[in-house]
């Protein structure tokens, strides 16, 4: 076929082009000024390597990137094991007119997290009030993330199972294998694309929230976003444009990461006829 | 009924077929007594209104080629499933080499399924799909490895096993799904329509090979399918079902040339089936051709004429059963020509083995000759 | 009449059965109940509940807050709130507008892009969604900060007053919610265009449709499941932003979330923000409603999950 280069072609590409200017040069100019030696957005006299040395010198800001990674993997464990095996009713009992354990699902995910966070504080504060437990720090952070979490996870692994073959189940009935020996031998082996899947996500939507983490956090168990926002709000930028900078590179390793597993290995989907 | 054949397993197969090329290697296999299955009474129904299956009584003989044959939704697959434990019958008995299985669960039950999409894990090799059930079972390596291979070459994939499953072709994917059922040693192999999703060449081929591997087998199949013609190649004996019921149980003979009842005919393909009635006493009946004179044990309210067993004469000859009728329609298939008549009112399809014989043409008249032997009277 | 006898098993597969069945599914529902239901309704009750002096509420029950929430306050009526709401509504709408302007041809452009491409493209607009969304606010407020580059050029071309930024303003927000939400609305798109039935057009062509007409009859009707979904997606998180309206507003340009926020800390007036709360639950319901409309619509009357 021809290709026919038009003004409406080039007129889209331009428009790709500008759109992908306006997703990426404000992380750019993050990253940019990071480098910047002088304190300022205005002036850029040298490169320098300062604000990156303050960063790590920085106790708060070193304990706050600890929480952040306890906490995301904890939550992370936590979800996995709960939202899989969730997923996994889902999708047995499916024909039990469940229906509206999907719109149950979907709350969490589609709620806005200022409602989330406010609600979860005001249920900690009350659970603590009453009984002394659940003092607002890592823990009720965990359960917070945990419970954004499992949705997604649950409707990972539901989507996986439901698009298999559901002849394999009874497959594995036919040759003798005990309902024990189904779940180790082949239900665990088909769900382990979204396990792993829904496990990196987990961890990613706890890295990257703020509002229900703030709401949900106590004295000493501050995170990187909440690091950053205090840092924004009492005007002291420097070292968050290097925390910024590195958090950003650590995205998009993540997503090149992510590229390069898919092109080098064709995606080993065991539900695929 | 309790004949229980002696049978071969695989390996035992395998060797016969070496010592046929002469090789004196001692026979290895152990030999399996093929099983019966018997069901009585077998009653299943979904939620409240669906009757999938209604009091069926059914003798499957040891070592035979089973059909169970008829349209969708006739229960047929519901029965299959029945027998493999992945449904539950409501009430009734199954026995299987005279043991009742019914209470046993699906994998404690020692029969294997052959399933229409042949559902192959795909997350597992080849080898490591065949050997499933053995190592469900706790086989140990060695004897797995070795059963594995003794399977592999006598279905004929020993190459294809340490391939991916989703390189299979249609074909491969089958005789594997085939080989992962065998190599069990069950007491029956079920097989759920395995060949309706392959093309029609490989279709024809595969089923000589399922033939051929049952009967060196000596193992009870039953088999599932939609098609006629499939079913009378295959089967030693067909059981025809239509809305959870048999309809008919017999050699593909019987079913083809002398069907029951109506439905049985349509089902297997066949078109001349006209009303009749008795006309007067004893051996007359009145059709849409004219009188009939037929010395019949039974009667029915249809007859049925085989297109095969219908004679043409020359315009003028009279007989019994013969009729004037005109060829309206003519097909040359090469090695039989098929006429449309019309006769009285009614339209008769009659087929001629091309024996090189002057053939009519469009608009001849001819005498129909109806063979008394072959006529059928049909229920409704 | 008898559970048993109506789904064909016996009462003690039956008992089995649902022990399974809570066994997979109790966990996870249990945990969302106590964790997420129980807080929500807590937050509905306070809602209901009188502002103590300390800002945490008391009995006894009342309407209170949703008059103060319409502008009902001590002292006569103020219209402050119902502006905060209204200006969550109509920012929303024009992010959501923006947004749909611009991920409808971004969309289109990676589907018709080579097939081994456009998952790449897609990552390549959707990974910077994955950056922390304090840090994407924090990047739009150096770029639109008093001296930066682009604030200069919109001075110089009029658009400002000397010694002022592009933020704090409504026009930052909106930005603001832009960026934040185009990837949400450029997937659905995307997968609408994938899924689009080319035949359809060719069929719209063959019978002398222009390209805008056989857009318009053929391909715009296909995309709307897509359209809806993108929309929901966005505009009800957009609706209920905190950071944004925070960061880039500045006091001024602050949405519903801000209004609730600042009623459990320096306002001190729980019901007031509890009252708040349930219109952003009600309109999240509302959104999910919408949803799930739309999934089985396009799912052709099943449920569609994801």
Redesign the interface.
Known sequence: MKRRINGFQLGLRAFWYLTLAFLYIPLAYVVAFSFNSANSYVRFPELSLRWYERMFGNTALMNAFYNSVTLALTSAVIATLIGAILGYGMYKYRHLKLGWLIWFIYLPIVMPDIVYGISQMTFFVTVHDLTGMLKPGLTTMIIAHVSFQVPFVALLVYSQLVRMDPLLFEATQDLYASPLQRAWFFILPAISASLISSFFLSITLSIDDFVISFFTSGPDSTTLPIFIWSAIKRGVTPEVNAISALMIFAVFSAGLIIYIFQRVRPPKDPTNQ | MNAEAARRSPAAAEDDGRKAQGDTQADTGSAREASSISLRALRK????DVVALEQVDLDIRAGEFFTLLGPSGCGKTTLLRII???E?A?SGVLEVGGRDILST????RS???V???Y?L???LTVRENIS??L???RTPPEECHRRVEETASFIKIAELLDRGV?QLSGGQAQRVALA??LI?EPDVLLLDEPLSALDAGLRTELQLELLRTQKRLGMTFVFVTHDQEEAMVMSDRIAVLNDGRIQQLGSPEEIYERPENLFVARFMGHTNIYPVEPEGGGDRYASPFGTVEISAERTGSHMLLRPESLELLPAGETGTNCFPARVSERFYRGAAVEYRLECGRESVTATLTNRGQTHFRVGDEVTLALDTQSLVFLDP | MNPATATGMSFLALVRQSWHVLATIGPGVVFIVIFLVLPSIMLMTVAFMTNGPYGLPEMPFTLQAFRELAGFGFLGWSPGNLYTLWRSIWQTAIATSLVILIAYPIAYYISTRPAHMQPLLLLIVIVPSWTNQVIRAFAWMNILAPGSAVTNAAYNLGFLSEYMGLFPSTFAVVLGLVYNFLPFMVLPLYASFQNLDHRLIQAARDLYATPVKAFFQAVFPQTLPGLMAGTVLVSIPAFGMYVIPDLLGGGKSSMIGNLVARQFSDASNWPLGGAAAMIMILATLLGLLVLRRVGRRAGGGREVVL
Do not use: C, I, K, Y
């Not at chain 2, 129904?45 to 409240?48: H, P």
């Not at chain 2, 669960?105 to 404690?108: L, M, N, S, T």
């Open positions: 129904t979904f939620g409240r493999a434990g992945l539950q409501d669960p699906a994998h404690r029969v294997n399924t399933f229409q999409s559902a894990f795909p997350h499933f059930g190592r469900m079972r989703e992962r059922a069990n």
